[in-house]
């Protein structure tokens, strides 16, 4: 049985020391002053013999990189002989549909010399297809030459059952409060055009808003999980910039008033481009992005401050700044926009500046920033335009 609670880290460090151990075995059985100097080629490979029994799937490959080897309890997991495990036999086991990807992964690494890593799944003697993780790095011989790949594997079946279960009950509890929601949003939309009194009717379109946020936000969970990935596109289109921030700034108005911040946005043109902003993008991922760049500026400020956003638009991008005089600790400047890095606030998760570098990237920009106790600090995104944009009244 594999020790399935293994990190990643320690099956490295094992494969490591297992690469010093059959070096020092190697060094020792082909030392000129030792006895066993003289034995065959068939004895010179009796250090296998101490990986036979390891409780990892483990395998060799020669130059060719063709498997001249499989430790014991690799062959018992597969239920096959060694003879039909050599050379390519092993890749039988393989899954159909993990095949390529896992043929292209070691040969890949192979060619180039590289250590590598994949998951695939291979069947069991029992016929039923595990996943594995695989780690193989290149060893040499004692001449300092390159002598092949040797491999060390674990069962990662019940790890990646846990992230699909998780994965599933998420994408459940996202449509369960994803329908009441829209439901909700309709009823309000009705109920707005059949008439409130007056005191209600200046509070329903904050309402909707604010459901309509809350839909984009659960529509999103899936989203920044292939934003992660690099393979979510977004769907882009043409929008008002400034109807975006005046909702952000609706959104987060209990947390201004809390704190006594003023939001300022001051727009300017570098070319003739008329007297709104255009920004070519996803709304929803670009009002998350914004929102989340506004509300850590908000609490990142001294109560009764200002938060300055500010649109540069020019021929071929918009620039949008986010500035506020809080400055952003020593201790996380170099990983701003690593996944949880904060520092300082109590309730912080350290997502949002990770998310909006996913937006912007996803977008084909960038995002920066800088921080100095005299200037404060100013996140800055560049989302570019594409050929076309709309002609402008």
């Not at 060694?82 to 036999?89: A, I, K, N, P, T």
């Not at 001449?143 to 594997?153: D, R, V």
């Not at 977004?234 to 911040?261: G, H, M």
Request: net charge negative.
């Amino acid at each position: 049985m594999l020790d399935q609670e293994k990190s990643k880290d320690q099956l490295i460090a094992e494969l490591v020391s297992l690469r010093q151990r059959l070096k020092d075995c190697q060094s020792w059985t082909e030392s000129e002053d030792n006895l066993e100097y003289m034995r065959s080629k068939e004895d010179a490979d009796f250090y296998l013999t101490i990986l036979d029994e390891a409780p990892a799937l483990i395998w060799r490959a020669a130059r060719d990189a063709k498997c001249d080897w499989f430790n014991a309890t690799w062959l018992a997991f597969t239920g096959r002989e060694l003879s039909q495990e050599v050379g390519d036999g092993w890749a039988e086991g393989v899954h159909p549909e993990d095949f390529d990807r896992c043929l292209e992964t070691y040969l890949g690494a192979f060619n180039a010399r590289q250590f590598f890593e994949m998951e695939y799944r291979l069947r069991r003697h029992d016929g039923e297809y595990r996943w594995i993780l695989d780690i193989g790095c290149p060893f040499k011989n004692p001449g300092g030459e390159f002598a092949g790949y040797i491999g060390y594997c674990f069962d990662v079946t019940e790890r990646k059952r846990n992230e699909q279960f998780r994965a599933e009950v998420e994408r459940i509890i996202r449509h369960d409060i994803k329908t009441p929601l829209s439901g909700l949003h309709g009823l309000a939309q009705i109920a707005f055009k059949d008439g409130f009194d007056e005191q209600m009717r200046p509070l329903m379109p904050g309402l909707m808003r604010a459901i309509r946020h809350v839909i984009n936000l659960v529509d999103s969970g899936e989203k920044f999980a292939l934003l992660e990935q690099g393979k979510y596109t977004p769907q882009s289109s043409w929008f008002c910039l400034e109807t975006v921030v005046d909702d952000v700034k609706r959104t987060l108005q209990p947390l201004l008033t809390a704190k006594k911040i003023n939001v300022h946005l001051n727009i300017e043109f570098s070319c003739s481009c008329g007297d709104t902003v255009n920004c070519y993008g996803e709304e929803p991922l670009i009002y998350d992005m914004i929102s989340n760049l506004v509300k850590n500026a908000v609490e990142a400020s001294a109560d009764g401050g200002e938060v300055c956003l500010t649109c540069i638009e020019g021929e071929k991008e918009l620039r949008l700044s986010v500035h506020n005089d809080g400055v952003v600790p020593e201790n996380i400047r170099a990983r701003f926009f690593e996944k949880y890095a904060t520092s300082g606030k109590p309730k912080g998760t350290g997502i949002g500046t990770y998310s909006a570098q996913l937006v912007a990237k996803a977008h084909g920009g960038h995002i920066e920033f800088s921080t100095s106790e005299e200037l404060g600090t100013l996140v800055t995104v560049v989302l570019p335009y594409p050929v076309a944009r709309p002609a402008k009244a």
